[in-house]
């Protein structure tokens, strides 16, 4: 299993252009999120999937657009890239449990500049 | 929302000394606490959790320790080692129900100086 995997590892943008973050999990876990970390400010949540079709606010969801067309894909969209979305962003994964929250699987991350 | 705070910020021990790391969160609904390691340039890994029907939970060096009525709760590593240096994150959810999301604190860079 390959566990959690992320595309691009790299990328560097021009302030306004848009691209797409690839998450795919060999898992066949139900939950996906989308994190962005910053030196000194923790893992904070963007977007958040509880499953196929479903996709949820985090806590800073603006600037991005998430879609989960298939079960094992979290995507992540900039439409127009702004320098204040520099950062790592990390994908996680998780499966549901009886006794609720499971362990979140984390991706390598992608670090994106933006100039 | 909840609200995880972290402290400190920065840790530095020397080698076979203990550290210790605290966390207090604000919804008393929370009930799973889990610790993340990041070495530098990797990816975050779990490698404890407590859930709010235990009030400790051990692993080898590392235990943590949770107080539910003061909203509190705590990452021990005994006997540290070089090894042990980097980004630790404690992080709170409810659990359960609708609600799948963690909170972290801002993490704590421990140094273990040999």
């Known amino acids: 299993n390959a566990g959690v995997t992320q595309t691009p590892k790299f990328r560097v943008l021009k302030t306004g252009q848009s691209m797409t973050l690839l998450c795919a999990q060999d898992?066949?876990?139900?939950?996906m999120y989308w994190y962005r970390q910053d030196p000194g400010m923790g893992l904070r949540l963007i977007h958040y999937?509880?499953?196929?079709?479903?996709?949820a606010k985090g806590e800073v969801p603006d600037g991005y657009n998430v879609s989960r067309l298939k079960k094992q894909n979290f995507l992540l969209g900039l439409e127009s890239a702004a320098p204040s979305q520099t950062s790592v962003y990390f994908c996680?994964?998780?499966?549901?449990?009886?006794?609720?929250?499971?362990?979140?699987?984390f991706g390598p991350g992608t670090r994106l500049t933006v100039l | 929302g909840e609200n995880v705070e972290q402290h400190p910020s920065t840790l530095s021990v020397q080698e076979g000394d203990s550290a210790v790391i605290k966390c207090t969160y604000s919804?008393?609904?929370?009930?799973?606490f889990p610790w993340y390691k990041q070495e530098l340039g990797k990816r975050p890994q779990l490698i404890i959790d407590?859930?709010?029907?235990?009030g400790e939970k051990k692993d080898q060096r590392i235990a943590v320790t949770l107080n539910k009525t003061a909203k509190h709760f705590s990452l021990h590593i005994t006997e540290t080692q070089p090894e042990d240096s980097a980004v630790y994150f404690c992080?709170?959810?409810?659990?359960?129900?609708?609600?799948?999301?963690?909170?972290f604190g801002k993490g704590t860079l421990l140094t273990v100086n040999p």
């Open positions: 992080a709170a959810s409810r659990g359960g129900g609708s609600n799948y999301k963690l909170t």
């Open positions: 919804d008393s609904a929370s009930n799973y």
């Open positions: 996680a994964s998780s499966s549901f449990t009886s006794g609720g929250t499971d362990t979140q699987y």
């Open positions: 999937s509880v499953g196929e079709g479903t996709t």
């Open positions: 898992m066949n876990h139900e939950y």
């Open positions: 407590i859930r709010s029907n235990v």
